[in-house]
């Protein structure tokens, strides 16, 4: 085995991610994506009421809070055929807004923005300077001189300490930071404002859920009874208290993230020619106007994108056995039908089959297996889902407010709409989602203050809750665009319990071993692609891209015990 540059663990994720990249004189010529914990939901849930399959999902993550619960829910009442009132609808769009904007926020700022902004470095900026940058590019009311030598004097007292705490064992210093002082300033002090930005904001999804992370859901609607004169449901008051979060939202993401994100872009170009590796991208759609069972009304569209060709948007269909498949020919997993098979999520399986070396080793032997991810393949195709595979997929099909935003990006940074697909296009695009999804909730507001008014508050159908009414057998595909990207839970109920449920999560599709045929992943796709590495000992290119996708391994891996691998058994008292 030839010797690799090996990152484990990847920091600033959620979850264990190791990457060993293989190079090639000063690039990487192959890379290799392993995650290297597992899970085991599905097995848990096996022989339980479908209804409760949500509370158990959402513990997959803590950093994707609801998402899990969002898709375990869809997939019960797809499964039932289960129709929900329109305020219910209007209220998990604003749930799932509200998730969006705070991952992404937080991502750029606290997972993903160290990876281009050179903390140290703040040190040495002029704070007036910093000031005339920030009021530059923003009307932004934090940007006075004397906020940004307060933040300053409070970075140094942190390094004068030797106690660079959350700012600690980066690669300070390193060539590949390109930023002059003052942005670095700009960026650290926007940082830690979002600290206590996200604090205020995850408050919405207390609000209608109760708590947050894992707010409650309900099968048939939301958790939310709407009562005006209620003290403990939905009123005025909680109703004032979600506008004033979306306009935190709104004003957070116009006058910090969307400038802060153009403006640390405009010296880093190069990167929007690195880091693509796929070319394809899949979407499964996500927020109605209507219901989960009309595409069409969807804000997100459904669709797959081939080879960057932007003028075909192929049909996804997530009940059909021959488009979404599952591979474990490099999984630490056994098929009935042998390693080779490619299984529909209804027909799914998880059989752990550990035949690996044990920790510590070397690096990986990437001829057998190497890692808890599955490979899903979409028609055989091994696919990129994410905010930038949303944002194409919404660039081709027209949407007027993400390319008008798109395209204003695209001008003040000076480069063709070809540099969308890269590392740099990935994290703008989670920027240029936050725009179009800010605007998009006060939308969804509007309409459900509307519905009040005229005297609609339903938020739950009764219909269906009684299991007697249920089918013997029914299954159901559940699905949501996460944060990550192309969220599904399929479902299986038999005799009013669950029977099969398996999870394909946005992680999985982008971090997944090579398939059969030895196609690569996305992680593994990307960074083989023009990826120059400056110091194989400070690999900060390899965080640059792999923070791209925001991992989140614990959603896309599946509870072992290490010294015997067998699944671990997990009794209710």
Known sequence: MSERIVVDPITRIEGHLRIEAEMDGDKIGKAYSAGTMVRGIELILR??????????????????????????????????????PKNAQLIRNLMIGAQYIHDHVMHFYHLHALDWVDVVSALSADPKATSDLAQSISNWPKSSPGYFADMKKKLKGFVDAGQLGIFAKAYWGHPAYKLPPEANLMAVSHYLEALSWQRDVVKLHAIFGGKNPHPNFLVGGVASPIDLNSDSAINSKKLSQVQSVIDQMRNFVYQVYVPDTLAIAGFYKDWGGRGEGLGNFLCYGDLPTTSMNDPDSFLFPRGAILG?????????????????????????????GGKEAGLHPYDGETNLNYTGPKPPYKQLDVEQSYSWLKSPRWKGHSMEVGPLARILTLY?????????????????????????????????????????????????????????????????????WDPSSWPSECQGAGFMEAPRGALGHWIVIKDGKIDNYQAVVPSTWNAGPRDPSGVPGAYEAALQDNHEIHDPKQPVEILRTIHSFDPCIACAVHLADPETGESIEVKVR
């Open 47 to 84: 022989g339980r009421d479908p209804r409760d399959a949500w509370a158990y999902t959402q513990r997959i993550c803590g950093v994707c809070t609801l998402v899990h619960g969002m898709a375990s829910i869809r997939a019960v009442e797809d499964a039932l055929d289960y129709e929900i």
């Open 308 to 336: 960057r060709d932007l003028s075909t948007i192929h049909d996804v269909d997530l009940h059909d056995p021959a488009q979404i498949q599952e591979f474990v020919a490099h999984s630490w997993y056994d098929y009935s």
């Open 396 to 464: 081709a099909k027209g949407h007027e407010p993400t390319r008008e935003i798109a395209d204003h990006a695209l001008r003040i940074l000076d480069v063709p709409i070809d540099a969308l697909f890269s590392t740099l296009g990935r994290t703008a695009a989670r920027t240029l989602e936050s725009k179009v999804l800010a605007d998009a909730m006060q939308g969804w507001m509007d309409d459900l203050t509307a519905n009040i008014k005229a005297g609609d508050t339903r938020t739950f159908n009764e219909a269906k």
